[in-house]
């Protein structure tokens, strides 16, 4: 079974960037859709955006559209998520995700105000 490994999460003030890396155990990653989910303290696990096996095809939760970016390097096995601007409001553990049933151990991402 593939394994996920997110890497690239911390602590940031508002406004300044990051980029998470989700790096896949098995070639036949891609193949594989491919997410990112969010849980902030005492809120349930959210969407935040996917995208299909070639990149071609992304979906963003709302309040990210616009401002984050997902992407990947399938040569590399590697999902991303390009995170600029951010807010707050981003401050959650982040997850990836892989459309096989497969969930990361998650990225620590604090923004102070």
């Known amino acids: 079974q593939v394994q996920l490994v997110e890497s690239g999460g911390g602590l940031v003030q508002a406004g300044d960037s990051l980029r998470l890396s989700c790096a896949a155990s098995q070639r036949t990653f891609s193949t594989y859709a491919m997410a990112w989910f969010r849980q902030a303290p005492g809120k349930e696990r959210e969407f935040v955006a996917a995208l299909n096996w070639s990149g071609a095809s992304t979906l963003y939760v709302d309040s990210v559209k616009g401002r984050f970016t997902i992407s990947r390097d399938n040569a590399k096995s590697t999902v991303y998520l390009q995170m600029p601007s951010l807010k707050p409001e981003d401050t959650a553990v982040y997850y990836c995700?892989?459309?096989?049933?497969?969930w990361g151990q998650g990225t620590q991402v604090t923004v102070s105000s």
């Open positions: 995700y892989a459309d096989r049933g497969v």
